[in-house]
């Protein structure tokens, strides 16, 4: 199966900084990729799909790049209510693995 | 609006069985896969299952293969998980959710989760 592997597993940046969280594939999954947050005690939910493409209502400093095996997560200015768990998910065929996580902190 | 609400969930000894369901509401069941994702403790999303929309693919992640099974009745839009030979690392919220198209293996609607709990 292929293997989802983000970077850095945890970060923490002032409000206002530019984040970025990168998803390695084990192979290529073209742009089969999606992003979820996860905040404390939530359930997930669906930021971005097909790498970059943004799910209805994501805020626009969101944004994701990426094909074949290198993608990345980026928001352009954090804010307080993005502190929260990132996961990237490989949905090109089942398994959909899931990365294992980036923690997102307030500095 | 689209409503998915776990059930079944609970304390189950280890080697027993547990039967998780999912109601569906608010989208058009039969055109949308559906899949099963746990949460251990503290840890990340694990992705268990999934079933295509007319219920004619079916996969599982090799850590429950051969114990768990996932099923769909479309008539009454429900998701089924029967979870068999329970371990203790089977402990984990489950979450039901939904795909974004038939057979899309990703998930645009997630239900709240149903925990289950495998302790002596």
């Known amino acids: 199966d292929i293997q989802m592997t983000q970077s850095p597993s945890s970060l923490s940046a002032s409000v206002g900084d530019r984040v970025t969280i990168t998803c390695r594939a084990s192979q290529d999954i073209s742009n089969y990729l999606a992003w979820f947050q996860q905040k404390p005690g939530k359930i997930p939910n669906l930021l971005i799909y097909a790498a970059s493409t943004l799910q209805s209502g994501v805020p626009s400093r969101f944004s994701g790049s990426g094909s074949g095996t290198h993608f990345t997560l980026t928001i352009s200015s954090l804010q307080p209510e993005d502190v929260a768990t990132y996961y990237c998910?490989?949905?090109?065929?089942?398994?959909?693995?899931f990365g294992q996580g980036t923690k997102v902190e307030i500095k | 609006e689209v409503q998915l609400l776990e059930s079944g969930g609970g304390l189950e000894q280890p080697g027993g069985s547990l039967r998780l369901s999912c109601a569906a509401s608010g989208f058009i069941f039969s055109s949308y896969a559906m899949t099963w994702v746990r949460q251990a403790p503290g840890k990340g999303l694990e992705w268990v299952s999934g079933?295509?929309?007319?219920?004619?693919?079916?996969f599982y992640a090799d850590s429950v293969k051969g114990r768990f099974t996932i099923s769909r009745d479309n008539s009454k839009n429900t998701l089924y998980l029967q979870m068999n030979s329970l371990r203790a690392d089977d402990t984990a919220v489950y979450y039901c959710?939904?795909?974004?198209?038939?057979?899309?293996?990703?998930?645009?609607?997630w239900g709240q989760g149903t925990l289950v709990t495998v302790s002596s």
């Open positions: 079933i295509s929309g007319s219920g004619g693919s079916i």
């Open positions: 998910q490989k949905y090109n065929s089942a398994p959909g693995t």
């Open positions: 959710a939904k795909g974004a198209g038939s057979t899309s293996w990703y998930q645009d609607s």
